[in-house]
């Protein structure tokens, strides 16, 4: 896992360690220190701790004119032992909604499994982006990843399956993303 680096060919646009909104802002990452890992696995350094021992993030670009935030996420996402969605709602998440960011593409191909409890801070974080024509998109995510998350009823808070996975998004630049998001929410059935 340690040769899973974050996507980094956005960093001409955007760089979450000097963004004085960012929840990172001022964060150093030494490149030669492995400092944390994923059970007992090292991971690289690039990657952002947010209180979750299983689940690490960066996020990819943020513009607070569009209001749109892109992360990428890495391991194992534990609601049921260690409350993962609690730490991102109150570490990461919170302090981006206060900065005006609504849309939100979660990038999900390396997350490797999904561990369930109830879907309270997901229908919190709707709740608090909703109003301003907020939404949640979550792209590549494994589909037994989304099966686990189905089942918690967390489908409900989020935009997923077939219109968001197999997107080829590290050739796009991130207003792309934003535009194919937006077009893909309004080619759905029920919108």
């Known amino acids: 896992m340690h040769n899973i680096e974050p996507f980094y060919n956005w ?3 955007y760089t979450s360690e000097d963004d004085e909104r960012s929840p990172f802002y001022q964060r150093t990452y030494d490149e030669f220190t ?10 690289h350094p690039q990657w952002d701790y947010f209180g979750s021992p299983t689940l690490y993030l960066k996020i990819l670009f943020t ?4 209001r ?10 534990n609601d049921a032992i ?12 919170d302090v981006l909604i ?3 960011i609504c849309k939100f593409v979660l990038i999900g191909e390396n997350v490797l499994n999904f561990h369930e409890s109830d879907d309270c801070y997901y229908e919190e974080w709707y709740e608090d982006i909703k109003e301003d024509g907020g939404w949640i998109a979550l792209i590549n995510f494994r589909e037994h ?13 989020v935009l997923c399956g077939q219109a968001f996975n197999e ?14 998001v937006e077009n893909r929410i309004q080619a759905l059935p029920d919108r």
């Open 11 to 13: 960093r001409d646009a």
């Open 167 to 180: 997107v080829n998004w590290r050739s796009m630049r991130p207003y792309h993303i934003l535009r194919m």
């Open 145 to 157: 990843v989304l099966t686990e998350m189905r089942q918690a009823g967390i489908h409900h808070f």
């Open 63 to 66: 513009d607070y004119v569009h």
């Open 68 to 77: 749109i935030c892109v992360m990428e996420l890495l391991g194992e996402w």
């Open 98 to 100: 206060r900065n005006g």
């Open 82 to 93: 260690h409350n993962d969605i609690m730490f991102l709602k109150r570490e990461v998440l």
């Open 34 to 43: 492995f400092t944390h890992a994923i059970y007992n696995y090292l991971i």
